[in-house]
């Protein structure tokens, strides 16, 4: 009987043990607490877009891009609903006309502006009392128009040239053919002389008109038929230290009739040659210099100029040019 029991307390305390064992090994830990980090807002991207620098009135022409405009960032989601709304470059707003009144900081579109007619931008008189500048086109090279470096707003000078003809009289020494002795006689002749002068100054560049390039248009050929296509200029050719030989484009100036009128004058004297050179004028120079103008007497009087000495006169006796009788033509012989 206690044999017995003593099993029986064995068997229970087996079972015991089994049942820990298998809570232990079998039973699923409890998940650790996780504390949620907090997270930080997506930075949403910006675009640049063109906004006003200052206060800008109704019908203004916007010529003076630096001053008047400059650029703000707006988000990209902003930009992207409504792309052909705004300008992304000051250059791109380079002679619109503004239809409403802007303001400060304010972003422009394009709703807000239109392209502005030529006469939008010819610039008003300094002075009420000063006469109004109209639009005179002129033909300019590379010699003649700073070698393609003039853009719309910028301000030049023009230098002119002129050829000035004078009829003068000389005696001179002719033999007469009755007597054979030596007479002065009245010669013309006429004197070419040069002088060139700053005539118009601080004259503004409203456009730049350049002549279009044929796209199809290959390589001539010596028999006159097209060749492959010229090649695109390369990335050296393109820099903006090159320039294209032979080329002439056409700027727009603004100018008074009078300047005008001196200018026309000009041209149709310029044979061969032209006589119109460009100066360009820096950032805000509205000074206007007084010359003297240069001709050769001004070079050599005034500047330093020095002269070749002239020749010496020839001492002759009067038997030495008084003419002798003629001498008889020598005979040609054949040749061997």
Known sequence: MRRGGLLLLLGVVIAAAAALLFFFFFQTPPAPETTALPQEPTPVPLRKVVAARVDIPAN?????????????????????????????????????????????????????????????????????????????????????????????GDSVDLVMTYEIRRLIIRPSLTTDPETGQLVVTPIEETLVDRVTKTMVQNVQVLRVLKPAIPQDTGTPTPGGAQGEPAPPPSSAQQQGDTYVPGAQWILLLAMTDQEAEIVKFTLDQQDPKPQITLVLRGRDDGDIEETTGITLRLLTSRYGLPLPEPLQPLALAPEEITPGPARPTPTSFPQP
């Open 60 to 152: 203004t022409v916007l010529t003076d891009t630096e001053t008047l405009l400059t650029l703000r960032d707006i988000p990209e989601p902003e930009y992207n609903a409504a792309p052909d709304q705004y300008f992304t470059s000051v250059g791109e707003l380079t002679t619109k006309v503004t239809l409403r009144a802007l303001n400060a900081t304010e972003i422009i579109r394009a709703r807000d502006l239109t392209d502005a007619g030529l006469s939008f931008q010819v610039p008003p008189p300094d002075t009420i009392d000063a006469p109004r500048n109209k639009v005179f086109p002129l033909e300019v090279g590379n010699l003649t128009g700073v070698a393609d470096q003039i853009r719309p």
